[in-house]
């Protein structure tokens, strides 16, 4: 709840040594993948989820605050031309939970041991949301491991959200409804409700805890400061950079932009220095937005915009998000 405060702020506005803490083992392999660890720093795994397949790597990059198993029932999709994998991030589900390391370029670099370990030169990549901006990192400072990537409804402004946050508290975790968290039934119900379609099962037992005599939701699994750590650590990165085929999905029209910081709801309460920084995002902000604009006409690029999509856009609009992958990508080239 509290990601999704923030990057609603950011919308308004706009609008290695490590210390491993333990955690509880992974769902383990099933019918649908293979579970695999692999070491990307000292006392730092992270799980990597390999759905098999035939043809070049495809790797699958999840959204800030799930696990590689998001993509549980959309990664099978692509093994008839691809060799699939999805990836934990480190400080969420059965990845390991370092104290450090929660920086765009080390999130980033992990990602290149990921592809290191698995004895992989190079993959096309997918990556949903937050896992913009180590993606984009990825494929401007390793290209070589780069063949397309593929933008599932991307950041490309965390480095502002990370700016606002210097000055603007994480705001503590809203209190669910009581029936929301009564069962693990009901948590993934009142998921489904909000994202617009089902999770995978292994998806809700990876990112969740339950009471084992009660069955009611207790916490998320997760390290505890892991999603601050991560957007309080997003760098601006260089899209226009990039230089692999890029496919980019964006959900539907974005919301209107504020055109001064007064226009942004609850500015008078805000204290100076907020108030100062809201003053300094809001045109850099529409900067951005026009400076994404220019990107998506580069000859290597192609936008897919999906008219009422929301942000789980292969849940809400399977079919075309699979018809225009699996076009993009289709073999090694």
């Known amino acids: ?139 401007t400072h390793h290209p070589e491991r780069v063949e397309k990537v593929v933008y599932l409804d991307v950041r490309t402004d965390g480095d502002l959200l990370a700016e606002l946050l210097t000055v603007l508290p994480m705001p503590p975790p809203s209190e669910p409804a009581p029936e929301d968290v009564a069962s693990r039934a009901a948590v993934a119900a009142a998921v489904a409700r909000h994202v617009g379609g089902a999770l995978p099962e292994h998806e809700i037992d990876e990112t969740s805890e339950f009471d084992p005599n009660t069955g009611r939701y207790l916490r998320d699994h997760e390290w505890p400061h892991a999603e601050e750590r991560v957007m309080k650590g997003f760098l601006k990165v260089d899209f226009a950079a990039v230089r692999a085929p890029v496919l980019f999905f964006s959900a539907g029209e974005p919301p209107p932009r504020p055109q001064r910081a007064e226009d942004i709801p609850g500015f008078p309460q805000m204290t100076p220095p907020q108030q100062e920084t809201c003053r300094t995002l809001v045109p850099r902000k529409l900067e951005r937005d026009a400076e994404m604009e220019r990107v998506l006409s580069m000859p290597n690029w192609k936008g897919v915009k999906l008219e009422h999509a929301r942000h789980y856009l292969w849940l809400t609009h399977h079919d075309e998000v699979l018809r225009e992958m699996t076009t993009f990508l289709g073999t090694s080239s």
């Open 1 to 139: 709840m509290r990601t999704l405060f923030l990057l609603c702020c950011l919308s308004l506005v706009a609008c290695a040594t490590t210390t491993s803490v333990p955690v509880p083992a992974s769902a383990g392999s099933s019918a649908l993948h293979q579970v695999k660890r692999v070491k990307v720093a000292e006392n730092v795994e992270l799980e990597v989820l390999d759905f098999g397949g035939r043809g070049p790597a495809l790797v699958f990059l999840p959204g800030l605050g799930n696990t590689g198993h998001v993509f549980d029932t959309f990664a099978p999709e692509f093994t008839a031309a691809h060799h699939v994998y999805s990836v934990t991030r480190r400080g969420f589900g059965s990845s390991s939970w370092p104290e450090q390391g929660y920086d765009t370029a080390t999130l980033g670099e992990d990602v290149v041991r990921v592809l290191d370990g698995l004895g992989l030169a190079k993959a096309s990549f997918v990556g949903h949301s937050a896992a913009g901006p180590e993606l984009t990192w990825v494929a």
